[in-house]
């Protein structure tokens, strides 16, 4: 079974990651947007919706001195020039004549992790709500347009994806890390302990429908 942590920019993006260490060993992990600036653990890959971006963040990373060991995946269908990053189609198709509106870079990292086979996907840092990101950014109006995506899109990942953040809410690590354990049954029978140090962030469901739902 492979594992995947996807790591968003909620304002608790941190204490959900140190709660995913805690509940498994992670097969790949998937950081979005200025999240990647600041991850120091090992081999990531850096998802967004956001290309244009990409410059100006890996520069920022350079000057924190962080490792270069990423792949940088970025969506298919807004690509209009050749690009050295991989590009994967960021909505999935209804049927012949639909695709599912877009559900936030976090919604994209989803797709890309179940795309390259992940089982089973957690998400951190990604609740889904209007709070500023971890880097203090100003609030995130749009965070309702995007919801919308999730719920468009909930056929294709509820089995699968699960969230620390909707489960822990505003609490310290420690009601994070006792969320998690919540789902170490779905994630794997007998959870392990990473060694891996807490890195990033951005959306974890514990009841998918509920980050559906915005709650």
């Given at each position: ?134 880097d203090g950014t100003a609030s995130w109006p749009a965070g309702s347009m995007f919801r919308k995506g999730w719920i468009a899109a909930f056929q294709f990942y509820s089995r699968s994806t699960r969230s ?52």
């Open positions: 079974m492979k594992r995947a942590l996807v790591v968003g920019s909620g304002p608790r993006v941190w204490q959900d990651v140190e709660a995913a260490t805690q509940l498994s060993a992670w097969d790949a992990i998937y950081i979005t947007n200025r999240a990647g600036v600041h991850w120091s653990d090992g081999h990531f890959i850096w998802v967004t919706l956001h290309p244009d971006r990409i410059s100006k963040w890996r520069h920022e990373r350079q000057q924190l001195e962080r490792h270069s060991d990423y792949e940088i995946v970025v969506p298919l269908e807004i690509m209009r020039v050749k690009t050295p990053y991989r590009c994967v189609a960021y909505q999935w198709r209804i049927d012949e004549r639909r695709a599912t509106p877009s559900g936030s870079s976090g919604l994209f990292a989803v797709k890309v992790a179940l795309d390259d086979g992940a089982d089973r996907v957690v998400l951190a840092g990604m609740p889904m709500s209007f709070e500023p990101h971890f620390i953040s909707l489960l822990a809410g505003p609490a310290p690590a420690a009601k994070a890390r006792t969320a998690a354990s919540s789902l170490a049954a779905s994630i794997q029978p007998r959870c392990t302990t990473s060694s891996r140090p807490a890195g990033a962030s951005e959306l974890a469901s514990g009841r998918t429908a509920r980050i559906t739902a915005g709650a």
